[in-house]
């Protein structure tokens, strides 16, 4: 049974760090591309990071570039998304996903107040 679990979520203030895991079970991780995801209440879930299964390949959303980076450990079955200089819009349920059938996670929280 395919399974992703998200961590790492919170509140942090503006221009402040996090960094969230996603650990996989049930599928052979390493086969798959895997990335995160967002939403906000009322809107269209929005592709944040994507990595590709050999982890030699990225894309980011315009609204992160240069500010978040994915990463993949296959050894752990994990991809992470870590998230530098946080800003107020960047509030979300972060989810992760691997393109395999039922591949999401349950989302994790990210709220950037002061």
């Known amino acids: 049974q395919v399974k992703l679990v998200e961590s790492g979520g919170g509140l942090v203030q503006p221009g402040g760090s996090l960094r969230l895991s996603c650990t996989a079970s049930?599928?052979?991780?390493?086969?798959?591309?895997v990335g995160w995801y967002r939403q906000v209440p009322g809107k269209e879930r929005e592709m944040v990071a994507s990595i590709t299964r050999l982890g030699d390949n990225t894309n980011y959303a315009d609204s992160v570039r240069g500010r978040f980076t994915v990463s993949r450990d296959d050894a752990k079955s994990a991809v992470y998304l870590q998230m530098n200089n946080l800003k107020p819009e960047d509030t979300a349920v972060y989810y992760c996903?691997?393109?395999?059938?039922?591949?999401w996670g349950q989302g994790t929280q990210v709220t950037v107040s002061s």
């Open positions: 049930g599928f052979k991780f390493e086969m798959y591309q």
């Open positions: 996903y691997a393109l395999i059938r039922n591949g």
